[in-house]
């Protein structure tokens, strides 16, 4: 059972317009949001996150979008930058559950 | 801060063996979590460590899979008799709880091929 879905392998963006990367999620446990940004032949490093007592987070370029009621969260980009082109991996935890769930991944790619 | 990281960076191994991978963790974390990744999907949680406890095991973690962190610092993941769908990327990632929301800081990885 996938708790963590999304559901767009990959994104095509021109540079200086807006990335928006979605995920959804189904287990209604989960509190705590991340994403996390990948490079080939690296770990997965971390981008942003949002605890759900919040719908916004902000940070820099980057901002996360939480909407508990449909349990759905979204990653913003803007103005988006070639240095952006990774894979975009949304994670979730929740209360009691020690471990992050991971969706399978959002090829981003940014075009000049 | 030097980072979590991961020997070998890649393992090439023949059906059958055994082979054993390391990490060691950002030093002040004591957690300390294995994870899988195969292509097209997303990591995939196996096991965690707080300090040298072994607090929880995945079901995907076969009995030919067992991992230790025997002081708390560095851990192994070993895999026997490896079979060709354990190729896989394997990470490692620390953290330090503080309350209830964590965030793991991941490792390079070992890829593992198993031919």
């Known amino acids: 059972d996938q708790q963590v879905k999304q559901n767009s392998p990959s994104l095509s963006v021109q540079e200086g317009r807006i990335s928006i990367l979605n995920c959804d999620y189904t287990?209604?446990?989960?509190?705590?949001f991340l994403w996390y940004k990948k490079y080939p032949a690296e770990g997965p490093t971390f981008l942003i996150s949002?605890?759900?007592?919040?719908d916004k987070n902000e940070d820099g370029r980057f901002t996360v979008f939480l909407n508990k009621s449909a349990k759905h969260l979204s990653l913003h980009i803007v103005p988006s930058q070639p240095g952006d082109s990774a894979v975009y991996f949304c994670?979730?935890?929740?209360?009691?559950?020690?471990?992050?769930?991971f969706g399978q991944g959002t090829r981003l790619t940014i075009n000049p | 801060d030097t980072g979590v990281s991961q020997n070998p960076r890649h393992k090439i191994t023949k059906r059958g063996q055994n082979v054993t991978f390391r990490c060691d963790p950002i030093?002040?974390?004591?957690?300390l979590y294995w994870y899988r990744q195969t292509l097209g999907q997303g990591p995939e949680f196996l096991t965690y460590?707080?300090?040298?406890?072994?607090?929880?095991k995945s079901r995907l973690l076969s009995d030919r899979f067992s991992a230790e962190r025997p002081k708390g610092s560095f851990s192994t993941l070993e895999i026997q008799r490896t079979e060709q769908g354990d190729s896989a990327m394997y990470l490692c990632?620390?953290?330090?709880?503080?309350?209830?929301?964590?965030?793991?800081?991941f490792g390079s990885g070992t890829q593992l091929s198993v031919l």
């Open positions: 460590f707080q300090n040298e406890a072994q607090l929880e």
């Open positions: 030093s002040e974390h004591n957690r």
């Open positions: 287990n209604s446990m989960f509190d705590y």
């Open positions: 994670a979730a935890s929740g209360q009691g559950a020690q471990k992050l769930v």
């Open positions: 949002i605890s759900s007592i919040k």
């Open positions: 990632a620390s953290s330090f709880l503080r309350g209830t929301n964590e965030k793991l800081f």
